[in-house]
């Protein structure tokens, strides 16, 4: 894998088509946020109408705008976290997309377990972790320690709740759970 900034690359001539040229044949993009450059957002609405797979950082909330607020967003306070956020979610898309091995995979699609819904953060900023979650199945149980690391921090300032749908058989049951804790579903 071969990561280029492009605030870092020289260009000769017109600066857009070479620019527009790297974000086609990238296979991800990452999407800096902070400042609201309107150079990023533009370049992030091609990116987005290529359906190319991003992930969106930011120093803080605030600095993400309301149309792209819904968008799962990794929040750092220091390059430190950035870089730990940054990697564990880099591996999530790359066993996202490599299907991880094959006996896991064969393991969630067989679990009696089914999650509906997932939705992880605090009344001002949340986001689906559904896919997250899923790839956490195994045996037909479902146990981890909620917490940021699972992906990412949607509001920082303030404290989170997972609220998970899910279905074992034909019962659906929704349940909360407060950061910190430990989420145990068996089937």
Known sequence: MRCERGDEKFYRGDIFSQILKSIVKANLIIANINGRNANVLYELGIAQALDKPTIFIAKSVEDIPLDIK????????????????LKAELLRIFVEKQGDNVTNKQKRQNSKIEIIKAIYGSENNSFDIKNELSLLLSNDRLEFTLSNDIAGDPDPTRQKTLEITYKIGAETQTRIYNEGSKVVIQA
Request: glycine share 0%.
């Open 70 to 85: 819904s968008k799962r967003f990794i929040i750092y306070k220091s390059d430190l976290d950035l870089e730990r956020l």
